[in-house]
């Protein structure tokens, strides 16, 4: 049996791995994914999927659309300080398994710090950063954490706005909004509708997804969040506003909703998934959370591949 078979077989495991690691989901936003596993007598030590891509007659392996986090991921790993060394281990035995690459990139899961084992092989790294929610103190206590001004605004949104649970959102309406902001910035969109698609209907039938829409007075939507979440906690995915909203508080009032939905489900964290957008980081910081770094790792072995990326990002 070759990984891929057995991982998709480990469900006990699947239930101790965050959302983006899920079979289902790399399914959905994957046209070809691998996985290494490391195991001994006890079961499975640790994970690492990864995306293959071919590009200009080049093998590239990095994070798929939608997959914010993927990289290693230890399943028993003892306390310091022999979990460096163990980690370590387990990070070379999943790193030899990688097939030959042109180009690698892994960006991996909030926590995760150990990269003498990259920088041996000559990756470099980056940090990155998210901001993490506790949702355990009471809603009054998370409510106050939230920056005064912008509890105001979500005041203001429950009084004009209404908020429903979408199981068929319109994802094109949505795919509109989202590109017009990225063309604001003059960035290139990176998803297509029938990706977005794929995955929230996946997401929907393993119960696995919160899509919300704001509505004025009017019934005319004007803001839209999809935070799909785990076992453990709830990402704040993708979120757009109509181009014509004017109320500052829509966008707030929905994630302040998906906060209370993650709480109500017994989870534990609200992931804002991490920007180094200055606007999009600034938002996120007003709810209060905990700033975490992590780690962005890059191997390049092909000089066209390179080129290409000093060229044209």
């Known amino acids: 049996m070759n990984n891929l078979s ?3 077989q480990l469900t006990d495991v ?3 791995l965050p959302l983006f690691f899920q079979p289902w989901w790399l399914d959905a936003v994957c046209g070809d994914w691998e996985v290494a596993i490391v195991e001994n007598e006890k079961g499975v030590q640790a994970v ?3 995306q293959q891509e071919k590009k200009w007659g080049l093998r590239l392996l990095r994070n798929p659309p939608l997959c914010p986090y993927l990289g290693p991921q230890f399943l028993d790993s003892p306390a310091p300080p022999k979990q460096w060394a163990e980690e370590e281990r387990l990070l070379e035995a999943l790193l030899a398994q990688l ?8 960006t991996t899961v909030p926590g995760f710090e150990n990269f003498p084992a990259f920088y041996q ?7 990155r950063l998210t901001y993490l929610l506790e949702v355990s103190p009471s809603e009054e206590e998370l409510f106050s954490q939230i920056s005064s001004r912008l509890r105001q605004y979500i005041k203001s949104a429950q009084k004009s706005l209404r908020v429903e649970q979408e199981q068929q959102p319109d994802l094109a309406l949505f795919l ?3 590109q017009r902001a ?3 910035k003059g960035s290139p969109y990176p998803f297509s509708l029938s990706l977005i698609e794929k995955t929230v209907t996946a997401a929907e039938a393993h119960q696995a997804s919160l899509f919300q829409t704001a509505y004025d007075k009017h019934n005319r939507p004007v803001a839209m969040l999809w935070s799909p979440f785990d076992g453990q906690k709830s990402y704040h995915l993708l979120a757009a506003t109509a181009p014509d909203a004017t109320h500052n508080g829509a966008l707030g009032l929905l994630t302040w909703n998906a906060i209370k939905q993650t709480k109500a489900h017994g989870l534990k964290q609200y992931d804002f998934e991490g920007s180094m957008d200055k606007g999009i980081e600034a938002f996120f910081r007003k709810f209060g959370g ?4 992590y780690l962005q790792f890059e191997h390049c072995s092909s000089r066209l591949w390179r080129w290409k990326q000093n060229l044209l990002g």
Do not use: K, V
């Open 176 to 178: 509109f909004w989202h």
């Open 48 to 50: 690492m999927p990864f």
């Open 14 to 16: 699947h239930r101790q």
């Open 99 to 106: 097939p030959q690459y042109d180009y690698c990139q892994l």
């Open 121 to 127: 092989r000559q990756f470099s790294n980056s940090n």
């Open 290 to 293: 905990q700033r975490i770094p």
């Open 182 to 184: 990225f063309s604001r």
């Open 6 to 8: 057995r991982y998709r």
